[in-house]
């Protein structure tokens, strides 16, 4: 499992490295949805497991309901209270992870 931990992403048009995705603290050191190298989109983010989400306690996360559209938006990670919390104290809570919402590392591109 130790060789899982590091994941090196590279361009699917450049081919350059963009970012390593660390899977046993559950992120991804990449801020855009471009690569920083040619530019072009990169691809959308898969969601991320229930495990990968209670790794990122204190970590934000990009959720998007499945049911609507009122609740996308970043929100942090809060295992305590098993809740992803957004700025204004909404919340999912985390039982409901994979039915109501799924979280991504980062903000997935609109269709
Ligand atoms: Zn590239």
């Known amino acids: 499992m130790e060789a899982k931990g590091r994941t090196i992403m590279s361009c699917e048009y450049c081919n350059k490295e963009y970012g390593i995705y660390h899977k046993r603290n559950g992120y ?52 305590c209270e098993k809740k992803v919390v957004d700025s204004e104290g909404d919340y999912w809570e985390m039982v409901k992870y994979g039915k109501l919402f799924v979280c991504y590392d980062r903000e997935p591109k609109e269709d």
Do not use: A, Q, S
């Not at 989400?53 to 942090?76: A, S």
């Open 28 to 79: 991804m050191l990449i801020e855009h949805n471009f690569c920083p190298m040619c530019g072009k989109p990169l691809k959308d983010p898969e969601p991320l497991t229930l495990e990968e989400l209670k790794e990122r306690d204190g970590k934000p996360v990009y959720c998007v309901g499945l049911d609507n559209n009122c609740f996308n938006g970043w929100c942090l990670v809060n295992i």
